[in-house]
């Protein structure tokens, strides 16, 4: 969900689909070339087990935003950003930039934090709405 303030923005972040079966397809890869490519039936085992630990702990923290130092909100205006995390801690940076910005994307950079924001992880339409409102703001 995004709203409009009088003179910021407010960004609510959920799970990300499209970043969901991308991190999925490149698991479901890298394990069938353990299996494919190493004719050791033990380092394949030994691989496929470190592949499955991996993707158990960057799944819920990373693509499902289950965690709690997940960034779950934004709201920005012309002087700050402010950033809410699921264990409902804010933080506020008196900068920030857009690192990257696309049709499907948008990175944006404040402190030591960076802020991914998919297209499907927020409103139909959002995203152009952020990428004109940190074009025009920053």
Known sequence: MMTN???GLIVQIETSKNYLVISIGVYLLSLFSAWYYFYNIWLSLVISLVLSAWLANFLPK???LTQPNSIT???LNKKQIVIEKNNQSTKQYPWFYPTYQSR???IIE???ESVVIFKDAIDSGSLSQLNR???ANT
């Open 104 to 106: 499907f994307l948008v």
């Open 133 to 135: 409102y940190l074009n």
């Open 62 to 64: 990373n693509v499902l």
């Open 5 to 7: 303030e009088s003179d």
């Open 73 to 75: 909100k934004i709201a």
């Open 110 to 112: 404040a402190g030591k």
